[in-house]
Each structure stands twice: as structure tokens, then as C-alpha cells.
């Protein structure tokens, strides 16, 4: 059974940094990508970046570019998200989640998700 569960959120001023973590098991991910979305209040969900697995190829929204980085650690089965010169508009929930095609967009269909962790920007 694949679970993902994220860590790291919490309140941040704005220009503030926060690292979120999601640690990977239950089977091997070696062919996976990885992804990090977001989800404010009353919004649909939004991709924030992802990463391949094994070729740590990346791909960001364009909004975060610069200032967010996604990386994986393949001895952990864990996926980092460091967020950098946050802002009030980056408050929101955001899921870890992995697709098994092992493409790294948004437009690929994810098939595990975690369980969220909020991130909250204060100005």
C-alpha cells in the first residue's frame, strides 16, 4: 500500500521559508514522478512543481519559479519542497503526489496523494 505523508507546514511571515517533506513507501518509486499541489480555500488544486525520480528532471508552475525548489533524496524515499520569498497568495494546503508514468507535469494523472499539510503566509 503506497502512502505519502507530507511534513513542514506551518505560519510564516511573508518573505519567510519553509521546507515541506513528503516521505514515500510502500513500494518502489524508481519509475515514478513526484509531484507538489496546492489547494487554497474555495480553489481548485494546483500544481506547484514535480520531479522525476531517478533523472531528477523538474517542472514548475511559472509563479514559483525562482523562488521554490523541488528535490528528491532516492536513499530517504523522500521529495522536498523548499518554498523561499513566500508570499500571502502561497497560503494554502499542499499534497504530495505521485504519478506512475514517470513524467514530471501537471497534466499527468496522479495516482497516490497524501493527506496535506497547510502553509499558512502571513503579511
Known amino acids: 500500500q503506497v502512502q505519502l505523508v507530507e511534513s513542514g507546514g506551518g505560519l510564516v511571515q511573508a518573505g519567510g521559508s519553509l521546507r515541506l517533506s513528503c516521505a514515500a513507501s510502500?513500494?518502489?518509486?524508481?519509475?515514478?514522478?513526484m509531484g507538489w499541489f496546492q489547494q487554497a480555500p474555495e480553489k481548485e488544486r494546483e500544481f506547484v512543481a514535480a520531479i522525476t525520480w531517478t533523472g531528477g528532471y523538474t517542472h514548475y508552475r511559472d509563479s514559483v519559479k525562482g523562488r521554490f525548489t523541488i528535490s528528491r533524496d532516492t536513499a530517504k524515499n523522500t521529495v522536498y519542497l523548499q518554498m523561499n520569498s513566500l508570499k500571502p497568495e502561497d497560503t494554502a494546503v499542499y499534497y504530495c503526489?505521485?504519478?506512475?508514468?514517470?513524467?514530471?507535469?501537471?497534466?499527468?494523472?496522479?495516482?497516490?496523494w497524501g493527506q496535506g499539510t497547510q502553509v499558512t503566509v502571513s503579511s
Open positions: 503526489a505521485a504519478n506512475q508514468y514517470g513524467i514530471a507535469a501537471p497534466t499527468i494523472k496522479y495516482d497516490y
Open positions: 510502500g513500494r518502489a518509486f524508481s519509475n515514478y514522478a
